[in-house]
């Protein structure tokens, strides 16, 4: 039996305004991109884990630490979904399967994907 973390988890609400739609962006707006990519984080040090969009996933770390996904094919990924990945080793790496999963439905997993890299985030002053 693997046993499995919930990496993060988002509470589903049926946002229509605008401003509800810019709250990711305004998120992503906290950092810098820096270029240097990672190719595993160590799963303890997640604190806190926000799927922006279908394309963007960030993982802010403890130190203050943040780091960028973006998975090229991640069909289903969107803010409404909680990550579960097999936490056995550790580490969330590139080799490492994540599942989608929507915590209110009787039929929770909505997909799975890999992401290929995690790009590091400076926090602006």
Same mark, same amino acid.
């Given at each position: ?6 990496? %993060?988890?988002?509470? *589903?609400?049926?946002? @229509? @305004? ?6 990711? %962006?305004?998120? /992503? ?10 190719? +595993?984080?160590? @799963? ?21 630490? %943040?780091? /960028?996904?973006?998975?090229?094919? +991640?069909?289903?990924? @969107? ?7 097999? %936490? ?9 399967? *994540? ?7 009787? *039929? ?14 400076? #926090? #602006?002053?």
């Amino acid at each position: 039996m693997k046993t499995h973390l919930i990496a %993060a988890l988002a509470i *589903v609400l049926p946002l @229509s @305004s605008a401003l509800a739609e810019d709250k990711p %962006a305004k998120e /992503l707006e906290k950092y810098n991109r820096t270029g240097q990519y990672e190719t +595993c984080l160590t @799963s303890n040090r997640i604190r806190e884990t926000q799927i922006l969009n279908n394309k963007q996933i960030l993982f802010k770390m403890n130190g203050d630490e %943040a780091y /960028l996904a973006e998975p090229k094919s +991640c069909p289903g990924l @969107s803010r409404g979904l909680a990550l579960s990945y097999d %936490a056995t080793i550790n580490q969330l790496c590139n080799t490492t399967i *994540v599942t989608l999963l929507e915590t209110s439905s009787p *039929v929770p997993s909505r997909g799975s994907c890999g992401i290929e890299r995690f790009e590091k985030l400076e #926090k #602006k002053q």
